[in-house]
């Protein structure tokens, strides 16, 4: 089975910056796509970003392309997504998710999720 966890998660200002990291356990990480994804108060999961299983591969929603990149370290198993020039719209609930396929943007099409991290951005 499949186990993820986020962290990284804070408050900061507009303007600042985070790294949220996605620790996977229970398999071999370097099988899986990992994806980002966030959900607002009142609104549905939204895809952010994800990257593929070698690294090589990104994706990110138009509206943090040029601001978040994504990284991953195959041997410590983990995955980060580095969020600059921080929005109060970025703020949410970041989950990171897993699957086997290159490139999924929807939440259905993910086997495995973590528990979540807040990220605030005040103005």
């Known amino acids: 089975q499949v186990h993820l966890v986020e962290s990284g998660g804070a408050l900061v200002q507009a303007g600042g910056s985070l790294r949220l990291s996605c620790a996977l356990s229970?398999?071999?990480?370097?099988?899986?796509?990992i994806g980002w994804f966030r959900e607002a108060p009142g609104k549905e999961r939204e895809f952010v970003s994800a990257?593929?299983?070698?690294?090589?591969?990104?994706y990110f929603t138009p509206s943090v392309k040029g601001r978040f990149t994504a990284s991953r370290d195959n041997a410590k198993s983990t995955t980060y997504l580095q969020m600059n020039s921080l929005k109060p719209e970025d703020t949410a609930v970041y989950y990171c998710a897993a699957n086997r396929r290159w490139l999924v943007l929807t939440a259905k099409g993910y086997d495995y999720w973590g528990q979540g991290t807040q990220v605030t951005v005040s103005s």
């Open positions: 990257i593929s299983q070698s690294g090589e591969g990104t």
């Open positions: 229970g398999r071999t990480f370097s099988d899986y796509t």
